[in-house]
T-cell receptor, first 112, second 108 residues
């Protein structure tokens, strides 16, 4: 069966520090991968999605970037965090647009 | 892009009551899912239902694709049903677009 792992679960980082959140999927190959952010407990906003290694689509201009160095690994990064980057970050995977998507447990990021 | 509207935004019920949550979308969709976000933030898959009706225990869902809406029914509510329920759709590009959610509170 397929599983998705996301870490860390919580993170407190100072303004201006770098960020790296990792997501990996097991039990499947060539999945679509997604990063979402949720602010204030409502409304998930799509940040990035990837349909293959090295293929990244960005949905909104921001202080973050994403990379997919391996088929089942998706990384969310920032060189310098802003206060506004605080939020709940969720990684997800699916086989494509006509299939069910599954989410990781999320990372709660607080920038101080 | 496609718009997804959920209603009501908040719902407070007593244990044992039934509830209906609605999701309207502005265009035809390839995919529709319902999720329950638990108090720890995890999104739990409830239904993958681009059309038709499905049931899973006390929960059921119906999507009428031609009229661009989906309904989630919860019968005999329990306190553990509390949380935020999200509807999300896919149209065209391979990405889920979420509604703003319905916050359900079940009081004992």
């Amino acid at each position: 069966s397929q599983t998705i792992h996301q870490w860390p679960a919580t993170l407190v980082q100072p303004v201006g520090s770098p960020l790296s959140l990792e997501c990996t999927v097991e039990g499947t190959s060539n999945p679509n991968l997604y990063w979402y952010r949720q602010a204030a407990g409502r409304g998930l906003q799509l940040l990035f999605y990837s349909v293959g290694i090295g293929q990244i689509s960005s949905e909104v201009p921001q202080n973050l970037s994403a990379s997919r160095p391996q088929d089942r690994q998706f990384i969310l990064s920032s060189k310098k965090l802003l206060l506004s980057d605080s939020g709940f970050y969720l990684c997800a995977w699916s086989y494509g647009m006509n299939t069910e998507a599954f989410f990781g447990q999320g990372t709660r990021l607080t920038v101080v | 892009g496609i718009q997804v509207e959920q209603s009501p935004p908040d719902l407070i019920l007593q244990e044992g009551a039934n509830s209906t949550l609605r999701c309207n979308f502005s265009d035809s969709v390839n995919n529709l899912q319902w999720f329950h976000q638990n108090p720890w933030g995890q999104l739990i898959n409830l239904f993958y239902i681009p059309s038709g009706t499905k049931q899973n225990g006390r929960l059921s869902a119906t999507t009428v694709a031609t009229e661009r809406y989906s309904l989630l029914y919860i019968s005999s509510s329990q306190t553990t049903d509390s949380g935020v329920y999200f509807c999300a759709v896919v149209r065209g590009a391979q990405k889920l677009v979420f509604g703003q959610g319905t916050r359900l509170t079940i009081n004992p």
